[in-house]
């Protein structure tokens, strides 16, 4: 093909002469209409003949049938990801977006007309098309994902929603959707009753962010979303493996003033496809109970439970889940593999030495216990209550060394492992308030 072929000009009806909003709108951009349809087209500002293109469909709400500024648009974006963005319009008494049922609704079959001309006209990826819509649009994407199954190669609805019966067309889709938890227009089970659906089914390729405290509008707060610019780029039909993320993600936690902080290491690699990290999970021992962004690698908590796991995964843009972190243990509300920071330590108390570490299959532990009734009084051996305990990753105890009363001082105590296998252990030694953890290696 020409590049001359690419000239916008009249497409498919008349260009329409400049409105006040074109004052907002960038040079490459043109408007158009086929019958009743207006719509807009936004192309990049250098175009290789040699190249294929993305292209986003947007599709406005029941309010916004007017032409509108779209980040995709911005020089940031473009300079990255170069892509057609293409905006139908509907007239308020023409008609939804949705069918709902069985056919698409007349604007709905006029735009997909226009975007299928556009793919002949132009030099678009048909790997690459997108679909994105708000409000009475987000019900016009999770209808052309399930009438148009594999059609676009990803998707994104804000305040829409579907029928549940649709999950099984539309999981073949990479589809983000977000929802206000108070919106009363369209209410947010119409999206989370398609997104449980697509649960029940094993879906994987979606996600679902809710707003806590938001009703209807919120798709300014959904576009500040850290990957909400880049994120649909990530996907082609052309792709048919996505290798999970390879960082290695280094879990640390600590308990203060009844609260549980847990950080870990960023793993991103952004110019690597994989490691291009979209957000985290953080697990407890019952499962998920919260993720973060990309750009928060630290979740705090009230502490409620004196006794839990936690670990943490990356998932990357294609859904792909990292290796877990190491888990951190808490036990009794103190986190087992932070030492904890006391008075005592000031005195050397704990455990002094583990040798050989890495074991096999028996290793001594050398510590020293604190004067329990007056730490602040040296020279004087007094006795307390002390416990030296082994536990596996998993928070289990599988050994306990010492558990009796011992004088102040140093001591030492022999391990043996000939039943557990390889790998890496916890050894807790507590007496009074006084706590600490060291890790050992079992190596068979």
Known sequence: MKIQKFIFAVLLGSLLSHNIYSQLLPKTYYEAQNGKLKFGVFYPAKIDSAKFYPLIMYL????SNYPVYLNWYDTEVQSVNPCFVYSPRTPKDWGDWSGWWENLTEPMTVAIHVLDSLVKSYPI????????GISMGGEGTFDLLHKFSGKFAAAMSVCGGGQAHWAENISHTPFWMFHGELDEINTPDLTE???????????????????????????????????????????????????????????TGSVADNRVKLTWNDIRIDNQIADKIWYYKIYNKSGLISTTEFDKTIFEFPLT?????????????????????????????VILDVEESTDYTKYEFGIESIYPNPFNPSTIIKYKTPPQSSPLVKGRKQEGFVTLKVFNLLGQEVATLVNETQDAGKHE???TANDLSSGIYLVKISAGSFNQVKKIMLAK
């Open 125 to 132: 990826d048909t790997n690459r098309i997108y679909v994105y």
């Open 193 to 251: 009753r398609v997104y449980e659906e697509l649960v029940y089914i094993g879906a994987k390729k979606m996600r679902y962010k809710s707003y806590p405290g938001y009703g209807h509008e919120i798709w300014d707060v959904a576009q500040g979303e850290p990957a909400w610019k880049d994120w649909m780029f990530a996907f082609s039909k052309n792709d048919t493996v996505y290798e999970k993320p390879t960082g290695i993600i280094e879990l």
């Open 305 to 333: 439970s004196y006794s839990d796991t936690f670990k943490v995964t990356g998932v990357n843009y294609q859904f792909q889940e990292s290796e877990a972190s190491n888990q951190v243990i808490l036990d009794n509300g």
């Open 60 to 63: 406005h709400g029941f309010g």
């Open 413 to 415: 105590v022999k391990f």
